[in-house]
């Protein structure tokens, strides 16, 4: 299902959703065409309610298009069954949230395993990885602490590492500067170009900060659910 090394990883022809409202309807994302390849790092810019959020949340699998089509990584998830599309969330992308969506009655340790632990992996595995990706992390210290006992920066390292548990070939992130300073914002962005210069990994951003634009393999702007801007 995969694709060939050379092949985009990502296609999106006419990808389009709406949401209805009453009698009209309100545009997230309109006729849009992208093909991103396995080793770029894209950067998502635009105004609030230009269609950042809706684009991630349709190549994360969270959600899907009312119209057009979207293949990742060989998948069209137009077309994806339920189970399909569990699989892929779990498997293919690794997302990383502005509100860091740590679940606030686990360790950073289970927090980090837990993806890879529903997934069905040996725990002793799992928990080998999760203290791999830590200490990579600087947060050895911390795997004991509850998410309420972390800073910003901390906690989104935390989702980071989460985000890395079960070896996805795509990293979205959707605003994950967006709660920390600009010191803690820097270090999230240059792990995020950490990822994609270090194993060529995909990662995608959408953000307003300008911390990821010397990163950026390329830049995409949005407005009113249109792409305006496609530069490399
Ligand atoms: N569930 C929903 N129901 C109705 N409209 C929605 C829904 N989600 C998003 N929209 C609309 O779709 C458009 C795009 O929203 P989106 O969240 O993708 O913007 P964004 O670029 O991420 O903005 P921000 O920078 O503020 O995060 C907006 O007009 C928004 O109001
Ligand atoms: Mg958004």
């Not at 949401?19 to 770029?40: A, F, N, Q, R, T």
């Not at 993806?115 to 999760?130: D, N, Q, T, Y």
Request: hydrophobic share 40%; with cysteine.
């Amino acid at each position: 299902m995969s694709t060939a090394k050379n092949d985009p990883m990502i296609v999106a022809d006419k990808l389009t959703r709406t949401y209805p409202m009453g009698s009209s309807e309100v545009v997230g994302l309109k006729d849009i065409d992208l093909k991103i390849g396995p080793g770029e790092l894209v950067v998502i810019k635009g105004d609030s309610g230009s269609g950042k959020s809706t684009l991630l949340a349709l190549l994360a699998g969270l959600d899907r298009p009312t119209g057009g089509s979207l293949i990742v990584d060989g998948q069209d998830l137009a077309g994806a069954s339920a189970a399909q599309l569990n699989h892929y969330r779990r498997n293919v992308v690794g997302m990383v949230f502005q509100s860091f969506n740590l679940l606030p009655t686990l360790s950073v340790m289970e927090n980090v395993c837990l993806p890879a632990l529903l997934g069905g992996h040996p725990i002793s595995k799992v928990r080998s990885e999760a203290g791999e990706l830590l200490a990579w992390l600087d947060l050895s210290s911390r795997v004991r602490h509850y998410p309420g006992q972390l800073s910003g920066g901390e906690m989104q390292r935390t989702a980071i590492a989460r985000s890395l548990i079960n070896q996805p070939r795509i990293i979205l992130a959707d605003e994950p500067t967006g709660n920390l300073d600009s010191r803690n914002g820097g270090v999230v962005m240059d792990l995020l170009a950490n990822l994609n210069r270090r194993s060529g990994r995909l990662v995608i951003i959408a953000t307003h900060s300008r911390a990821a634009d010397p990163h950026a393999t390329r830049q995409v702007r949005l407005k009113d659910g249109k792409v305006t801007g496609d530069t490399t």
